[in-house]
């Protein structure tokens, strides 16, 4: 793996784990943002092939929002180059876009370079509970009709109870429906969000 700085970015070999990548851009103040809940177990590759995004993907996107360029062998052998280092390599018709998320049917990545960010700021996490889904779902429509959170996760009443009966959070087994929300906003703004 090799990071730039000046330029945020990051070369990396497919094998790496998401974390390992994530750990490494993190010794220089940088943030890889896709986070499959997998990230400790799922290699970057893999996160190419299935354009993999988590629980930040909500503002920040999936895997293929932080690929610029890659490396890929096709079935022939021959060894291509899709996109590039900077932002503006985007002439023509993206191959690089056609490759994340096309599950190795296409050609073996073996090189990708990956586009990083500031790291993410601390957030403000809002939990609550609804009588309904339906209620639960038009709060996710006017949450995200305004504002961008870090984080919306949505869990119906089986996903409540199947997670208490594991984890004994303390979870509202009552709820018809949850949500965690989260801003990353700086300041004022990520209490205005979070309020
Ligand atoms: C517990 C768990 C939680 C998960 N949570 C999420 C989640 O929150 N969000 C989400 O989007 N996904 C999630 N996933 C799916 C996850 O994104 C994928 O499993 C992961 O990205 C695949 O990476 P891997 O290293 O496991 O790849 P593998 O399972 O090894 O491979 C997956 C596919 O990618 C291909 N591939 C692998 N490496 C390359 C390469 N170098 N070149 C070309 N093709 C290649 C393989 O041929 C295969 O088709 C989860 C998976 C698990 C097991």
Known sequence: IVVDTATRTAV???GLLNAEVKKAVAAHGLWYPPDPSSFEICSIGGNVATNAGGLCCVKYGVTT???LGLEVVLADGTAVRLGG???KDVAGLSLTKLFVGSEGTLGVVTEATLRLLPPQHRGCTVVASFDSVRAAAG???TI???IR???LEFMDDVAINAVEDKLKMGLDRSAKAMLVAASDDRGAAGVEDTE
Do not use: H, K, N
């Open 149 to 151: 959170p870090s984080m």
């Open 144 to 146: 995200t009709g305004r």
């Open 12 to 14: 990396v070999q497919p």
């Open 85 to 87: 280092p900077r932002l």
């Open 139 to 141: 709060a996710v429509v």
């Open 65 to 67: 929002d932080y690929i």
